[in-house]
Nanobody, 120 residues
Framework: QVHLVESGGGLVQPGGSLRLSCAAS????????MEWYRQVPGKERELVAS???????NYADSVKGRFTISRDNAKNTVTLQMNSLKPDDTAVYYC??????????????WGQGTQVTVSS
């Protein structure tokens, strides 16, 4: 079973920066897309950023210009550089991956996530 481990969260002041990392293990297939999500209590999980195997990126409007997603294909890791953080960025951040076998698309089970708190 594919295993995802997020790290790098913490407490930061508004305007500060954090860098989140996610490591995927127990996967032998090529990963097509790597993604970062976030979730706060009472709300659905929100897609924050994604990156394709070719390096193409997409961002939620709320984080565009402030967050940068990147990946290391050799290590099966994805990172999220978060700058100019706002209190509304406070959430548990999760990563996930997508891969394709024939006509079927797969996602990994959700990991534990990492808490990001932006507060003065």
């Amino acid at each position: 079973q594919v295993h995802l481990v997020e790290s790098g969260g913490g407490l930061v002041q508004p305007g500060g920066s954090l860098r989140l990392s996610c490591a995927a293990s127990r996967i032998s297939a090529s990963i097509n897309t790597m993604e970062w999500y976030r979730q706060v209590p009472g709300k659905e999980r929100e897609l924050v950023a994604s990156i394709t195997s070719g390096g193409g990126t997409n961002y939620a409007d709320s984080v565009k210009g402030r967050f940068t997603i990147s990946r290391d294909n050799a290590k099966n890791t994805v990172t999220l550089q978060m700058n100019s953080l706002k209190p509304d960025d406070t959430a548990v951040y999760y990563c996930n991956i997508r891969w394709k076998l024939g006509a079927d698309i797969f996602m990994a089970s959700w990991g534990q996530g990492t808490q990001v708190t932006v507060s003065s």
